[in-house]
């Protein structure tokens, strides 16, 4: 649209390009981040799981997530929860 802006039901990535580039460039197995003003999320930036729980503070609630690892370092498998 012009002037762009986000639309009604459409996602944007509001993260700080400089952590992406450096996800882009140096691979981490993971990435874990704690945005608390943003839904939880999980999306791979080439190699790289990068998992953000989404903490609720104004609602107390309160995200986690529990990661597997296999023997060399990679997550295995990984899951949010919330208490």
């Known amino acids: 649209v012009d002037p762009p802006r986000p639309l ?3 996602e944007i990535n509001a993260g700080s390009t400089a952590v992406r580039a450096a996800i882009e460039r140096y691979q981490p197995a993971i990435g874990l ?4 003003h943003e839904s939880s999320g999980i999306v791979k930036i080439g190699p790289t799981v990068c998992i953000n729980p989404g903490s609720e503070y104004g609602e107390g609630v309160l995200r986690s997530a529990v990661i597997d690892f296999m ?13």
Request: aromatic share 4%; net charge negative; no cysteine.
């Open 8 to 10: 009604v039901g459409e």
């Open 33 to 36: 981040h704690g945005h608390i």
């Open 71 to 83: 023997a060399d370092g990679r997550p295995a498998s990984w899951q949010l929860l919330s208490a």
